[in-house]
């Protein structure tokens, strides 16, 4: 597996538990949005920052995503 894809689980394990959803939810949530391809193309720009900044990035694509 390459290392954006670790980081995209990594990701998505942490959203899960900051929502407090499913490993499930978060999953489709990502996938259905298209956080999950946001992840592997920001990997080089995301994997440098801290838990804070990645999660309210994520959040903050999903949101825009459901404005769309």
Do not use: P, W
Not at 41 to 59: M, N, P, S, V
């Amino acid at each position: 597996m390459s290392e954006a894809g670790k980081f995209l689980i990594y990701c998505i394990e942490m959203y899960r538990r900051a929502e407090h959803i499913s490993g499930r939810a978060a999953y489709e949530l990502f996938h259905s949005t298209g956080a999950d391809e946001y992840v592997r193309r920001c990997y080089g720009a995301l994997h440098t920052t801290g838990e804070q900044y990645i999660l309210a990035d994520i959040d903050g694509y999903i949101g825009n995503a459901f404005r769309k």
